[in-house]
């Protein structure tokens, strides 16, 4: 065996055994206690506090999913009917109901009323191990206030706590104001993002971990 065989042997066998004990915690935010909270000045000069929550998909109140859902259809449901991939409420309701997924969801303290989640997984991605977010949906009333770069910001210590070689995710081109949140949050777009000859709906983009 060729020394590049050992040492992609090695990567891979190291990509496994970071994964396994990443899909084995329970709550992989439980170590960072610095995320457990969120809080913001309001225009009334209060404070806004929300407390975040990781949870498997399978500890998830139905209630729950449902405003994931009717939270993405008013989000970017928009942006896909503009676009080739068009708006599929059974197919992103599928989506939301994995039984692998794992949800980080902040909710506002004084109401106990649910205001933004992201959707994520460790998963093998192109033989990379990565933390891959397939959502990440903000209320209108508490967009703009930091909440979104907060949560990446847990994922991206989750990711690198496991090891993860990347955080990965994808977004529509034609939802600009998303384009530039990630793009601000240092996310480029990732090598195995379709190329323009596929014409794609989407960009992947990604964010390396060390």
Known sequence: MSVTETVSRNQATSQQKSLQVANAQTNPLSE??????????????????LKLQCKRKADMDPKLLKWAFKLAERNVGPQYRACSLGWQPKIKQADLNK?????????????????????????????????????????????????????????????????MER???????????????????????????PDKEEDAAYEIMSKAMF
């Open 32 to 49: 960072f206690p610095e995320y457990f909270d969120f809080k913001c000045p309001q225009n009334d000069g209060a404070e806004l506090q």
């Open 99 to 163: 039984p692998w997924a794992r949800y980080l969801v902040a909710t506002d303290v004084a109401t106990r009323k649910p205001a933004a989640y992201t959707m994520f997984r460790f998963d093998l991605d192109y033989g990379r191990s990565v933390l891959y977010c397939y959502e990440l949906q903000v209320e209108a009333e508490f967009q703009r206030r930091g909440l979104g770069a907060f949560m990446m910001k847990a994922l991206e210590q989750m990711a690198r706590h496991f090891s």
């Open 167 to 193: 955080v990965v995710l994808t977004v529509l081109k034609n939802n600009e104001d998303g384009m530039r949140f990630y793009r601000r949050l240092g996310y480029e777009v990732d090598e195995m993002s």
